[in-house]
């Protein structure tokens, strides 16, 4: 079946610092989404890739899908300590109530 | 802003007896999904349900699961007879529409199997 695989599972960084988050899936999407999940909490939806190449940014966070739409990276810049938490990618195959697949996520953690 | 609701928010629950999660999905939503996270690894997709009636279940989704919309707004996971294995977040998630398939999770419920 459809594997996501997405590292690092650890990020350690200074505040201030960027942070940079990998996602390959084994098969072609139809869309990625991007969750952030805080220590404790729920995965609570950030944004959705649906295009080739598209790049999508929020404030200090950067979206980007690559050609083949089987890969995807998220970026934020000058981390502050309210981006603590697991960002999670999850691809959608499409053809229906399908549920998303889920990367293991990437453990953010940011030193003051 | 409308969320997704589920309740309770911790379960504990002895080996072998039956629990009952709930969710009330979003209100104009048609598409609804339970997904676990056992502590510390992923969310990990148990099952679809639409038009009362699955659309599609993961392996993890066993005999031993099942789902149930009993009336317009509740939408509920069974787990016939709790292993120490099912120990884990239960979310429920909903969308509208699945050409974007933009899923919308609740708080979660926290399964404890004693």
């Known amino acids: 079946g459809q594997q996501v695989m997405q590292i690092p599972q650890y990020q350690h960084v200074q505040e201030g610092e960027d942070f940079t988050t990998y996602c390959n899936s084994s098969t072609t999407l139809s869309n990625i989404q991007w969750y952030k999940q805080r220590p404790g909490g729920h995965p609570v939806f950030l944004i959705q890739?649906?295009?080739?190449?598209e790049v999508k940014k929020q404030k200090r966070l950067t979206f980007q899908f690559g050609e083949a739409k089987k890969n995807s990276s998220l970026h934020i810049t000058a981390t502050q300590t309210t981006d603590v938490g697991t960002y999670f990618c999850?691809?959608?195959?499409?053809?229906?109530?399908?549920?998303?697949?889920f990367g293991k996520g990437t453990h953010l953690i940011i030193q003051p | 802003e409308p969320e997704v609701t589920q309740t309770p928010s911790h379960q504990v629950t002895q080996m072998g007896q039956e629990v009952i999660l709930r969710c009330v999905p979003i209100s104009n939503h048609l598409y609804f999904y339970w997904y676990r996270q056992i502590l510390g690894q992923k969310v990990e997709f148990l099952v679809s349900f639409y038009n009362n009636e699955i659309s599609e279940k993961s392996e993890i989704f066993d005999d031993q699961f099942s789902v149930e919309r009993p009336d317009g707004s509740n939408f509920t996971l069974k787990i016939r007879s709790t292993k120490l294995e099912d120990s884990a977040m239960y979310f429920c998630a909903s969308n509208r529409d699945t050409t974007k398939n933009i899923q919308y999770f609740g708080a979660g419920t926290r399964l404890s199997v004693l």
């Open positions: 999850a691809g959608y195959s499409g053809g229906g109530a399908d549920g998303l697949t």
């Open positions: 890739l649906v295009k080739s190449g």
